[in-house]
T-cell receptor
């Protein structure tokens, strides 16, 4: 059965800290790995990764994928209180008849002032 | 360019009633997906539709749930004879035809409460 596992499940840090969120997966017919940020509303798209070793970067956030070891990390540097959210990792299935995403359970990040 | 629109944002139903959830994809998107998020759980895929076609409904419960995406108008997720266990947040996502189906953009969700 396809599965995506995120760790840690929750994390509390102080502003200015750097955090690393982990996502491992076992999915048949892997196509892509996506990171989303979810506050009390819609998950907001952050990154989509399809190739190993290529870092995606957006401001203080960056992510990289390792397709050999089947995991990805999301780094957030110089955290701010506005980074507090649930971070979701999802893996896309490449089968031709579906585009469904398989989500992990999320990492809840709380950034304290 | 408006994002994915869902309505209503909150819906309260009594057991046995019907719930209809609507989703309008982003402009230019022809793929629609429905996900359900139960309290304290991750998002679970329910169904994938294109206009007038159900492509993958492997995540849909076999009874009481149905989905459609007509030629005109929004996609509808319909839950008949709701039970308390249907209480959840239902998210719709859409993706553009040319960019691949995995890059999905989510709407704000409909929070269904069954009394």
């Amino acid at each position: 059965e396809d599965k995506v596992v995120q760790s840690p499940l929750s994390l509390v840090v102080h502003e200015g800290d750097t955090v690393t969120l982990n996502c491992s997966y076992e999915v048949t017919n892997f196509r892509s790995l996506l990171w989303y940020k979810q506050e009390k509303k819609a998950p907001t798209f952050l990154f989509m990764l399809t190739s190993s070793g290529i870092e995606k970067k957006s401001g203080r956030l960056s992510s990289i994928l390792d397709k050999k070891e089947l995991f990805s990390i999301l780094n957030i540097t110089a955290t701010q209180t506005g980074d507090s959210a649930v971070y979701l990792c999802a893996v896309g299935n490449g089968s031709s008849n579906t585009g469904k995403l398989i989500f992990g359970q999320g990492t809840t990040l709380q950034v304290k002032p | 360019n408006a994002g994915v629109m869902q309505n209503p944002r909150h819906l309260v139903r009594r057991r046995g009633q019907e719930a209809r959830l609507r989703c309008s994809p982003m402009k230019g998107h022809s793929h629609v997906y429905w996900y359900r998020q139960l309290p304290e759980e991750g998002l679970k895929f329910m169904v994938y539709l294109q206009k007038e076609n159900i492509i993958d409904e492997s995540g849909m419960p076999k009874e009481r749930f149905s989905a459609e995406f007509p030629k005109e108008g929004p996609s509808i997720l319909r839950i008949q004879q709701v039970v308390r266990g249907d209480s959840a947040a239902y998210f719709c996502a859409s993706s553009p035809r040319t960019s691949g189906r995995n890059e999905q953009f989510f709407g704000p969700g409909t929070r269904l409460t069954v009394l």
